[in-house]
T-cell receptor, first 110, second 114 residues
Framework: SQELEQSPQSLIVQEGKNLTINCTSS?????LYWYKQKYGEGLIFLMM?????EEKSHEKITAKLDEKKQQSSLHITASQPSHAGIYLC??????????FGTGTSLTVIP | DGGITQSPKYLFRKEGQNVTLSCEQN?????MYWYRQDPGQGLRLIYY???????QKGDIAEGYSVSREKKESFPLTVTSAQKNPTAFYLC?????????????FGPGTRLTVT
């Protein structure tokens, strides 16, 4: 099975600061998804990266996929309290089963 | 509005009782999934279904059962055989299975068994 390790496990930043969350796979990454979760709620789809070197942005969130390193990074610029939550990466290299990382908990202090 | 609904939001049961969690989607998606989320462990796949009347076990299927009699519905039964049933349960759906299809999630059901 695929394992996705996220770092850091938790992050506390001051509002306005930039931050990066990493997701490293134990197997070759052919595609990767990023989701956000508010505590006790469902996951919200953020972005999907399918090609090595691909980079996508949505508002102040940018995600990149480095297939050679089997890694993806999620970067938030000028963080806001609305960015707080749990960020999870997910990947499916089997064609049927989806695997998720353990998540990164982000707290943004106003 | 299209989406996935899970009910109820909170569920309490006595140990030894079976309990069924509801999941309904009106997105016309073929594939549906059930995940369990525990603190510090991320999401783990319980069961998934690629099409009506078909489903497959995920990594932690023991103590759970599902059915897929209708395209829009994928109920999960937590049986008394599940040793640690207290958890947050998430249902998801996608157009198809595989890496090209993002999954859409419901709001989750928090099950507490005492």
């Amino acid at each position: 099975s695929q394992e996705l390790e996220q770092s850091p496990q938790s992050l506390i930043v001051q509002e306005g600061k930039n931050l990066t969350i990493n997701c490293t796979s134990s197997k070759t990454l052919y595609g990767l998804y990023w989701y956000k979760q508010k505590y006790g709620e469902g996951l919200i789809f953020l972005m999907m990266l399918q090609k090595g070197g691909e980079e996508k942005s949505h508002e102040k969130i940018t995600a990149k996929l480095d297939e050679k390193k089997q890694q993806s990074s999620l970067h938030i610029t000028a963080s806001q309290p609305s960015h707080a939550g749990i960020y999870l990466c997910g990947a499916d290299n089997t064609g049927n089963q989806f695997y998720f990382g353990t998540g990164t908990s982000l707290t943004v202090i106003p | 509005d299209g989406g996935i609904t899970q009910s109820p939001k909170y569920l309490f049961r006595k140990e030894g009782q079976n309990v069924t969690l509801s999941c309904e989607q009106n997105l016309n998606h073929d594939a549906m999934y059930w995940y369990r989320q525990d603190p510090g462990q991320g999401l783990r796949l319980i069961y998934y279904s690629q099409i009506v009347n078909d489903f497959q076990k995920g990594d932690i299927a023991e103590g759970y059962s599902v059915s897929r009699e209708k395209k829009e519905s994928f109920p999960l039964t937590v049986t008394s055989a599940q040793k640690n049933p207290t958890a947050f349960y998430l249902c998801a759906s996608s157009i198809g299975t595989g890496r090209h299809y993002e999954q859409y999630f419901g709001p989750g059901t928090r099950l507490t068994v005492t």
